[in-house]
């Protein structure tokens, strides 16, 4: 049999392609064997890189829990001795202590995170917080610094910004307080002045501007986009005498990136410099009790305030701060301007607010010159000055005072106080001149109308001051039913009452009673505005009291309608 020769020739290709197979498949199995001692190579290396990496991770939690526990401590105590019985100026510095222990909690741990960011692993809390309370905590941890640097630190949240916000309040007041303490560190005389306004507004976030500007010692140009890279320092244009990480600037920068904002800086070197950094924030809703900080009060509305101080910044965040609690703000640049609006002004003023530093006479000396002005200095004054508590300061001249930066809490405290007591005072002055036989000169029938409780008793112990026993309801339908059993000369009518109002009693008064017949009502109203006269006179009341009733408006009053009474009887 002679063997096919196609057929070998078909077999040896067989064979030869059988055994590049075999070539290649040795050539795989190589790689599959060097890929395998690559494999454990790098699970080695891994598992050496994540060793390291929990050596760290184990290395820093432990830090942290060495850290944080006696911190923890320093923080609880405070807190502890925060609910004991203090005096106001104890609570005060204990209050800073615990933000600044707070912040320093913050500090200790962004050197933690500090890994975490270079991993892209810091996450942001979102809580609601207080937009004010959160720049007054950054600014309370470095008021000290700066009075003691002699340079003044304002600040001024514009009133549309939405008061209540959801973010993370540690981290913003962290962002805030960093660019703070470099702003004083930078700057040796002039002022530093934070504020913060309301950008673009959506359905899912409210914008925030916010900008620090000092008249520091300012940055060159070319470093202005290095300062905000980690680690890194003006070393060259600023000595090393500043201190600092070289981390805050990165650190709040990438914060603010995390809240989907941008940070940059202006400087003019000599003059001064500007970060400006934006973030956006969900609105939060207001919760209820706070709302006085915004709103009007009523113990406040209509006071008439005057703020001397030669800084412009400052007279406009107080004017627009009083604006915001109803109150009227009289701005005065110095001493004569100060003297002379009170001269001007053909009326009073609740309160005046003057500055320390004035340039051309001291806080003090002005005070002093006010109270001389007859019928028109009696004005309870609040002292401001950007250098510390003043000791010594001469009670008869000034009711309180208070230390830049003006914390807004602080401030509302202090002026509801303030005006309150001055008040009292009147009333204690007014409450020596009452004439106590003034029933017996001018008996009258008096009934007083008024629902709220504490009112009613302030009037009622007033009346009988002056020997008068009257009745009281505590709205415009008992008045009606009253008036069927006695007759009365003088009601005394609160306009807001409930189930009958002051003017629905009154018409309906002047409805079943002819004139001649029906007692003279006066009116008792919370808010004397203009027109309000005229509208009561229109309803049939014969004159009004504004609240706070001043003791002697009621005597006034009673003396007026009184005698028309015992006129109208022929007495
Ligand atoms: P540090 O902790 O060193 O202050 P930062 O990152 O906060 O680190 O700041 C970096 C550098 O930027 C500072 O060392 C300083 O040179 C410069 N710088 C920051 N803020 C100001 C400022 N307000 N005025 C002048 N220079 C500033």
Known sequence: ????????????????????????????????????????????????????????????????????????????????????????????YLETLRVSADNLMGIINDILDF?????????????????????????????????????DLLYMLQPDVPPYLVGDMKRLRQVIGNLVNNAIKFTDEGEIFISAEKG?????YCEILFSVKDSGIGIPRDKLSQIFEAFTQG??????????????????????????????????????STFYFSAKLKIAETPTTKLYIRGQI??????RVLVVDSDQTTRQIFSVQFDSWGMKAFNAASAKEALQTIHSEDTYFDLGIIDMQLPDMTGIELAKAIKEIPFKGDIPFVLISSVGKI?????????????????????FDLVLSVIAEARNKKKLEADHNFDKKLSDKLPLNILLAEDNYTNQELVITLMRKMGYNIDSV???????????????????????????????????????????????????????????????????????????????????VLVRWGRKVHANNGL
């Open 1 to 92: 049999m002679t063997p096919d020769l196609t057929e070998i020739y078909r077999l040896q290709k067989e064979i030869d392609r059988l055994n590049e197979e075999n070539q290649a498949l040795k050539a795989d199995f190589q790689k599959v064997q060097d890929f395998e001692a690559l494999k454990s190579g790098a699970d080695e290396i891994r598992s050496l890189a994540e060793k390291a990496n929990r050596i760290q991770t184990d290395f820093l939690s432990m830090m942290s829990h060495e850290i944080r526990t006696p911190m923890n401590g320093v923080v609880g105590m405070t807190s502890l001795l925060l609910d004991t019985k203090l005096t106001p100026e104890q609570h005060n």
């Open 200 to 204: 673009v507004e959506t359905k899912e």
């Open 391 to 411: 000791s010594n300061l001469p009670p008869e001249l000034f009711d309180a005072q208070l230390t830049k930066p003006v914390k807004l809490a602080e401030l």
């Open 115 to 151: 890994s975490k960011i270079e991993s892209d692993k810091l996450t942001l809390d979102n809580n609601s917080f207080e937009l004010r309370r959160c720049i007054e905590e950054s600014l309370d941890v470095y008021a000290q610094k700066a009075i003691d640097k002699g340079v």
């Open 235 to 272: 070393e060259s244009f600023a000595n090393r005498r500043y201190g600092g990480t070289g981390l805050g600037l990165a650190i709040a920068r990438h914060i603010i990136g995390l809240m989907d904002g941008r940070m940059w800086a202006e400087s003019t070197p000599g003059k001064g």
């Open 298 to 303: 009523p113990e406040l509305r209509n006071n």
């Open 474 to 556: 505590d709205n415009g339908r008992k008045v009606l039913d009253m008036m069927e059993t006695k007759k009365y000369d003088i009601i005394l009518m609160d306009v807001q009452m409930p189930i009958m109002n002051g003017m629905e009693a009154t018409s309906a008064i002047n409805e079943q009673y002819p004139e001649g017949e029906r007692p003279y009502i006066i009116a008792i109203t919370a808010n004397a505005m203009p027109g309000d006269r005229e509208r009561f006179l229109e309803a049939g009341m014969v004159d009004y009291l504004s609240k706070p009733i001043r003791f002697k408006d009621v005597q006034e």
